[in-house]
């Protein structure tokens, strides 16, 4: 069977038909999805839009790599990430990764460590526009809290700035989860 083979960053809106169909992988019962859309607050400011800027060929290669890497590790037959560039509406699709795996546990945990992998070691920066008109660079944060281990090498950093998102039920400082861990930034 030979798989699709399309861009890992794009800039046009993302589609998940250019992921290949399960039917392709009949030994997978999990399907791990995520798609990640813009929204339209950030740290208590209200967001209008936002731009996605990527080293393209670096940031091709290294998405590929990783997906290799997450098959291998989690033992997975399908790891596959598309992430936009270029101007962002809110509602729009940033990123969508999708794993296929013989258990439900397989395929969430290789799409989640898809996401994480992407976000924090791909050169793909992302710049908030504001309601009140400015605009900011914004730092990659994680999604989940990492505890006791250290087997993954972005999992080995701490987060300095507090989660103000309207979901959470109060404010944490992040790097209480790994405190004796130095937080990793991109060289700009």
């Given at each position: 069977m030979e798989l699709k083979q399309f861009a890992r960053i794009q800039d046009t809106p993302l589609q998940q038909d250019v992921f290949d169909g399960i039917q392709?992988?009949?030994?997978?019962?999990?399907?791990?999805?995520?798609?990640?859309?813009?929204?339209?607050?950030?740290?208590?400011?209200?967001?209008?839009?936002?731009?996605?800027?990527?080293?393209?060929?670096?940031?091709e290669k290294m998405i590929r790599q990783i997906e290799q890497e997450i098959q291998t590790e989690y033992g997975v037959s399908y790891v596959r990430v598309v992430h936009r560039i270029g101007s962002l509406d809110i509602g729009d699709i940033a990123i969508i990764a999708m794993a296929y795996a013989p258990h439900r546990r397989e395929a969430f945990q290789a799409c989640e460590e898809a996401v994480e992998r992407v976000k924090h070691e791909v050169?793909?920066?992302?710049?908030?526009?504001?309601?009140?008109?400015?605009?900011?660079?914004?730092?990659?944060?994680?999604?989940?809290?990492?505890?006791?281990?250290?087997?993954?090498?972005?999992?080995?950093?701490?987060?300095?700035?507090?989660?103000?998102?309207?979901?959470?039920s109060e404010k944490l400082p992040l790097n209480l989860i790994q405190p004796d861990v130095p937080v990793y930034q991109w060289p700009l």
């Open positions: 392709y992988f009949p030994e997978c019962g999990g399907i791990g999805i995520f798609i990640g859309t813009v929204r339209n607050h950030h740290e208590g400011k209200a967001v209008k839009a936002l731009k996605y800027t990527a080293y393209a060929p670096v940031a050169p793909v920066w992302k710049e908030e526009f504001y309601m009140d008109g400015s605009s900011q660079y914004v730092e990659g944060c994680c999604i989940r809290r990492d505890q006791g281990s250290d087997h993954h090498p972005h999992r080995k950093h701490a987060h300095t700035h507090n989660c103000t998102d309207a979901h959470k």
